[in-house]
């Protein structure tokens, strides 16, 4: 089946630091990519909806200044979480659609932790 | 806003018992999927349920859709330690691929 490769799989950074996680798709053009947040014990909940070409579309309550989401090819997205606090440690996973959007392929997820 | 309603949210079982674990969800989709979650890890598909009155089962997993009830059932047979793991369910509100989680069956089989 398709494969979306996430890196990296965990980092820990300082306070005030910027972290990059990066999708691929490894085998098939992901023109949407979703990116999800999942705090200990918690379901995941959708932070935003790369698109590539245009900007990404975020939900409501999350702010699009301090995490970055670029989507600059057909099998890339990125996520940049900006200044990072303590509070931003989480589980980050990103998604693509399949083919009629009746699948969804999940990265293999990035444990940040802020320090 | 579709919400997605899982139960129980934790489940401890005996090896070889069955249960089940359901999901509603307040608005109309036609897809549902079911995932797996070990801990520290990313999803791993289960299921995917495209219409009323799916069923589909894998090893000691079976997944049922009901679209009229907004609900779908995984039930467990015979469970064994290898089951454990959180559970999640997810909905597709719209045909632009996105889900929205449940909040997750922590199960645990005991022998």
């Known amino acids: 089946g398709a494969v979306v490769s996430q890196h990296p799989s965990r980092v820990i950074c300082k306070s005030g630091t910027s972290v990059k996680i990066e999708c691929r798709s490894l085998d098939f053009q992901a023109t949407t990519m979703f990116w999800y947040r999942q705090f200990p014990k918690q379901s995941l909940m959708l932070m935003a909806t790369s698109n590539e070409g245009s900007k990404a579309t975020y939900e409501q309550g999350v702010e699009k200044d301090k995490f970055l989401i670029n989507h600059a090819s057909l099998t890339l997205s990125t996520l940049t979480v900006t200044s990072a606090h303590p509070e931003d440690s989480s589980f980050y996973i990103c998604?693509?659609?399949?083919?009629?959007?009746?699948?969804?392929?999940f990265g293999q997820g990035t444990r940040l932790t802020v320090v | 806003e579709l919400k997605v309603e899982q139960n129980p949210l934790f489940l401890s079982m005996q090896e070889g018992k069955n249960y089940t674990i359901y999901c509603n969800y307040s608005?109309?989709?036609?897809?549902l999927y079911w995932y797996r979650q070990d801990p520290g890890k990313s999803l791993e598909s289960l299921f995917v349920l495209l219409s009323n009155g799916a069923v589909k089962q894998e090893g000691r997993l079976m997944a049922s859709l009901d679209t009229k009830a907004r609900l779908s059932t995984l039930h467990i047979t015979a469970a064994v330690h290898d089951l454990s793991a959180t559970y999640f369910c997810?909905?597709?509100?719209?045909?632009?691929?996105?889900?929205?989680f449940g909040q997750g069956t922590e199960l645990s089989v005991k022998p």
């Open positions: 997810a909905v597709a509100p719209n045909q632009g691929g996105k889900l929205i």
């Open positions: 608005t109309t989709s036609d897809r």
């Open positions: 998604s693509a659609p399949g083919l009629l959007n009746t699948e969804a392929f």
